[in-house]
T-cell receptor, first 109, second 113 residues
Framework: AQRVTQPEKLLSVFKGAPVELKCNYS??????LFWYVQYSRQRLQLLLR??SRESIKGFTADLNKGETSFHLKKPFAQEEDSAMYYC???????????FGTGTRLLVSP | DSGVTQTPKHLITATGQRVTLRCSPR?????VYWYQQSLDQGLQFLIH???????AKGNILERFSAQQFPDLHSELNLSSLELGDSALYFC????????????FGSGTRLTVV
């Protein structure tokens, strides 16, 4: 079964501080992992996917298969980063994406 | 605009009623996924259609049903509505089977009173 765990419901940091949003997954197959961002209950937007190893808006995430983790990081948080962040796991054949419960990031000035 | 269109944006209806939510996927996308987002349950996968055929089912209630039409738009039908069905319902689409991630619509906010 697929499972995604985001242990923090809320992460509050000051502007300019480093940010790490944790994501752990459980899946017996080869995982495909994504990070989505949602601003003020609007539509979810794809932020990162692990296969492309890209950096979007200063965010990066590395898949660690040994620790079954896909933590999202940014060295210097900005106020506009305040949003809900969801980690998601795709199964083989991508019949569905399973989302974690989300972490609300609050960046204060 | 993400390219995924959901209508209506807001819907208020009474308990016991039936509603239909509509989703038009991004041009060229064959897969449509439906998710329910509520405050206490987070994002719950409901159902996936690929080119008109059901591919996967999540925790979708028997009172809910969906279909994807030949023009690839999809409808989610919710019947015998209960207060607990109040939520944001998102549709997402992807090319082929979603390996590049999904594109989400803006959602339909359903309020059952």
């Amino acid at each position: 079964a697929q499972r995604v765990t985001q242990p923090e419901k809320l992460l509050s940091v000051f502007k300019g501080a480093p940010v790490e949003l944790k994501c752990n997954y459980s899946y017996s197959g080869s995982p495909e992992l994504f990070w989505y961002v949602q601003y003020s209950r609007q539509r979810l937007q794809l932020l990162l996917r692990h296969i492309s190893r890209e950096s979007i808006k200063g965010f990066t995430a590395d898949l660690n298969k040994g620790e079954t983790s896909f933590h999202l990081k940014k060295p210097f948080a900005q106020e506009e980063d305040s949003a809900m962040y969801y980690c998601a796991l795709g199964n083989t054949g991508f019949q569905k994406l399973v989302f974690g419960t989300g972490t609300r990031l609050l960046v204060s000035p | 605009d993400s390219g995924v269109t959901q209508t209506p944006k807001h819907l208020i209806t009474a308990t016991g009623q039936r509603v239909t939510l509509r989703c038009s996927p991004r041009s060229g996308d064959l897969s449509v996924y439906w998710y329910q987002q509520s405050l206490d349950q987070g994002l719950q996968f409901l159902i996936h259609y690929y080119n008109g055929e059901e591919r996967a089912k999540g925790n979708i209630l028997e009172r809910f049903s969906a279909q994807q039409f030949p023009d690839l738009h999809s409808e989610l039908n919710l019947s015998s509505l209960e207060l607990g069905d109040s939520a944001l319902y998102f549709c997402a689409s992807s090319g082929s089977l979603g390996g590049h991630g999904y594109t989400f619509g803006s959602g339909t906010r359903l309020t059952v009173v």
